[in-house]
């Protein structure tokens, strides 16, 4: 099992992602945040789901794409 570590970065992404939505409707803000952490832990779990980075020539690092 790996660590996901958050950057500061990426915690500033998800708490836009969360205000833009929530202008629409809180309950869908939450939902869509809840489905991205529980998408780090399942990395956590399984390294190696997700597809490799088209655009990086280091297989380690993968990318799961969620929504639109």
Excluded: C
Aim: overall charge negative.
């Amino acid at each position: 099992m790996v660590k996901v570590v958050w950057t500061q970065r990426a915690l500033n992404d998800l708490e836009d992602i969360g205000d833009y939505i929530s202008k629409d409707s809180n309950k869908y803000a939450k939902l869509t945040l809840e489905n991205l952490v529980y998408t780090a832990l399942l990395i956590e779990i399984n390294p190696f789901v997700g597809r490799f980075v088209p655009e990086s020539s280091d297989k380690t690092i993968r990318e799961i794409i969620k929504g639109s």
